[in-house]
């Protein structure tokens, strides 16, 4: 593709976005906030059911994981201990003339001019990306905390209550989902790059000897689940760190790249923390957090594997990759071919117009359907049906049951319609359901 189809393929998706209640403009009746983006009622569910198959593939699939849930504003000491405070930061240049701010590392190198007005750029400073707040009602330093910028450190300070909860030993993991907050200097390209976003992040601690295996083993199981919900493989790969790039606390780290519109980019990292985080908040509190090893017969700190994932960075990929455009022979259709797991509505009913012989029997089937409390279902009985099929094909809808005369009057069949292929197959009212389940697993 051209870089200017691949725009055009972005503003596409925003447009849908936006239109169809998946992904709006933060504050916008305000003007907007730079970067800041809410999602509507289909985001919401699209990004609720990311972050279920995330947990139910991280945490209860599995016996060797425990979740967590800890708070956005810890104890400031622990960002010193983390090393964030001194050293989460981004170089950062600016135009002395139009103020235009640059992260120098994203820079060409020798570039020396402001690419707006040509301007001179400023030596590159450090800038650290932490929001500071303040706690309480006085805003002095004594009341200084921070917004986290990974969920991770709060997983790191309950590793030992979280040990003695659940009796567990090395190798196993806590996961935590939730908000992170990052001051960037170039947020940008749709939710790829925002200020306020989520990650899904797995700290899986295991004995210091088995980190290398364990790293591999989650680089693959993480992969696997971008597979498992539909991703294009060729829009995936795995690149490793140069020693240069790596974070304070990494002795290596693998990201999970897709191919956005605009060329490859982090999806994921994954991790190999050693013990540098355990190690650093042990000696500041003076509080063991180790483990005994029954064969060494020694307390050990463990070291630490970290697949780190953005919800929002997933969510706009499976969008980019389940947008698709088809011709049909007069016109042309816009389709999400999201996976089952992931699309905001399982199945809509349709019945074939409004009309008082058809709303009973739709309503009824609507409602046996809706109250199995699985799917996310939608009614819709407005506009034509062929409108209301592009509709659902839009919005990534799997399966469309329609109800027509014939249902009522001759056979209590209905149709169902298949998203990304049109088929309709005719079923009972009676065999509906089981139909359903089995189309959708
Ligand atoms: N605890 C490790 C850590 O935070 P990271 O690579 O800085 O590592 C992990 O972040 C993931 O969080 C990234 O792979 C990305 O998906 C997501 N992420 C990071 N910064 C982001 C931002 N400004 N906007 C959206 N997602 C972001």
């Not at 209860?60 to 708070?71: F, I, K, P, Y």
């Not at 009796?167 to 992170?180: C, D, E, M, T, V």
């Not at 056979?411 to 389940?437: F, Y």
């Amino acid at each position: 593709m051209t870089a200017s189809n691949n725009n055009l393929l972005m503003e596409k998706l925003v447009s849908l976005c936006k239109r169809r209640g998946f992904i709006f403009p933060g504050s916008e009746i305000y003007g907007g906030l730079g970067s800041s983006w809410d999602y509507g009622p289909l985001g919401t569910e699209l990004k609720r059911n990311v972050k279920n198959s995330w947990w139910q593939n991280v945490v209860h699939q599995r016996d060797d994981t425990v979740g967590l849930d800890s708070a956005i504003i810890m104890n400031p000491e622990i960002w010193n201990t983390s090393g964030h405070a001194a050293g989460f930061t981004d170089p950062l240049v600016e135009c002395k003339e139009c103020h235009e701010r640059y992260r120098a590392d994203q820079l060409e190198s020798g570039t020396e001019a402001c690419l707006k007005c040509n301007g001179p750029l400023t030596p590159p400073r450090n800038f650290n990306l932490m929001f500071k707040t303040f706690v309480g009602p006085v805003e002095d330093s004594a009341a200084q905390a921070w917004l986290r910028p990974e969920t991770a450190q709060g997983i790191f300070v309950n590793f030992a209550n979280t040990l003695v909860s659940t009796r567990r030993k090395p190798p196993f993991g806590i996961a935590q989902i939730g908000k992170a907050f990052r001051n960037e200097i170039t947020p940008g390209n749709f939710t790829y790059r925002t200020r306020e976003f989520e990650q899904m992040e797995l700290e899986f601690f295991v004995p210091p000897e088995d980190d290398v295996a364990w790293h591999e083993y989650w680089v693959q199981e993480r992969i696997n689940w971008y597979l498992n919900l539909g991703i294009t493989a060729d829009s995936l790969r795995i690149r490793d760190h140069a020693s240069d790039e790596l974070a304070h606390y990494a002795k290596a780290t693998k990201d999970i790249e897709f191919l956005f519109p605009w060329g490859w980019g982090e999806l994921e990292g994954i991790a190999n923390r050693t013990d540098f985080d355990l190690k650093a908040h042990s000696d500041a509190t003076g509080q063991s957090l180790d483990y005994f090893d029954e064969v060494k017969k020694e307390r050990i700190i463990p070291y630490v594997i970290e697949p780190s994932g953005g919800v929002d960075r997933a969510t706009l990929a499976f969008l980019i990759d389940a947008y698709t455009e088809e011709k049909q022979e007069n016109t042309e259709r816009t389709v999400l071919k999201l996976d089952n797991k992931l699309a905001p509505v399982k199945v809509a009913i349709l019945p074939l117009s409004r009309n008082e012989k058809l709303t009973p029997t739709a309503r009824n089937i609507y409602e046996t359907v809706r109250n199995l409390g699985i799917w996310k279902v939608e009614y819709d009985d407005s506009q034509s049906i062929g409108r209301r099929y592009r509709r659902q094909d839009e919005i990534g809808t799997p399966l469309c049951v329609t109800i027509d005369f014939d249902t009522v009057e001759l056979d209590q069949s209905v149709t169902i319609r298949e998203r990304d292929t049109m088929k309709q197959t005719r079923v009972s009212i009676s065999d509906l359901v089981p139909t359903l389940q089995t189309m959708l697993a």
